[in-house]
């Protein structure tokens, strides 16, 4: 079935730097944007951004510019989110989301955990 | 960047009928009909309710029913269920590259 799967929780030290991956299966994944979508812990919803899985390209939403980097490795269906210098504030779950719809986002990852705590 | 304006919380007996409004500007509610709305229950990830203002993906009760008139969309769900509480957030286009959810309202079904 269609289904995007991420990697498990992550506890980081303010300073260090977090991968998180999101591996698609079930349909054709240059076919779909990926975005990524933040959530802090009892908050709403934050868009981060997205990006073009047929070229790469990624495209960052404000406040999303300097240390977070979206990549991807089309051979095996993954997306990744990238967060370098991790500060206490980026303590949140993290979804990834394929806009299926256009601008709808119809299929959603379980969520990542980072905690980022000295 | 700043949020859509949703109302933090509304509530309804079950049976009855509840409209969650979702305002914005023209630069993104009122100038694209990509209007798209989200439940999310406590511990999982959102899922797809609303689509293009008014559609709903396959699957999705015909309870839930979406529109919008100028900068403001709604959502509106018919023969409130206990199941139907949850957190709900709408989101939309706002120009050709950007998007951006809704602060979130919680449902509350007495």
């Known amino acids: 079935q269609v289904q995007l799967v991420q990697s498990g929780s992550e506890l980081k030290k303010p300073g260090a730097s977090v991968k998180i991956s999101c591996m698609a299966s079930?349909?054709?994944?240059?076919?779909?944007?990926m975005n990524w979508v933040r959530q802090a812990p009892g908050q709403g919803l934050e868009w981060m951004g997205w990006?073009?899985?047929?070229?790469?390209?990624?495209t960052y939403a404000q406040g999303f510019t300097r240390r977070f980097v979206f990549s991807l490795d089309t051979s095996v269906s993954t997306t990744y989110l990238q967060i370098s210098s991790l500060k206490a504030e980026d303590t949140a779950m993290y979804y990834c989301?394929?806009?299926?719809?256009?601008?709808?986002?119809?299929?959603w990852g379980q969520g990542t955990m980072v905690t980022v705590s000295s | 960047q700043s949020a859509l304006t949703q109302p933090a919380s509304v509530s309804g007996s079950p049976g009855q009928s509840i409209a969650i409004s979702c305002t914005g500007t023209?630069?993104?509610?009122?100038?694209?009909?990509?209007v798209s709305w989200y439940q999310q229950h406590p511990g999982k990830a959102p899922k797809l309710m609303i689509h293009?203002?008014?559609n709903r993906p396959s699957g999705v009760s015909d309870r839930f029913s979406g529109s919008k008139s100028g900068n403001t969309a709604s959502l509106t769900i018919s023969g409130l269920q206990v199941e139907d509480e949850a957190d709900y957030y709408c989101?939309?286009?706002?120009?050709?590259?950007?998007?951006?959810f809704g602060g979130g309202t919680k449902l509350t079904v007495l």
């Open positions: 079930g349909y054709a994944f240059t076919g779909y944007g």
């Open positions: 990006i073009n899985p047929k070229t790469g390209s990624p």
């Open positions: 293009a203002v008014s």
């Open positions: 989101s939309s286009k706002r120009s050709s590259t950007s998007l951006v």
């Open positions: 989301a394929r806009d299926g719809l256009g601008n709808a986002f119809d299929i």
């Open positions: 023209s630069s993104d509610v009122g100038g694209y009909d990509y």
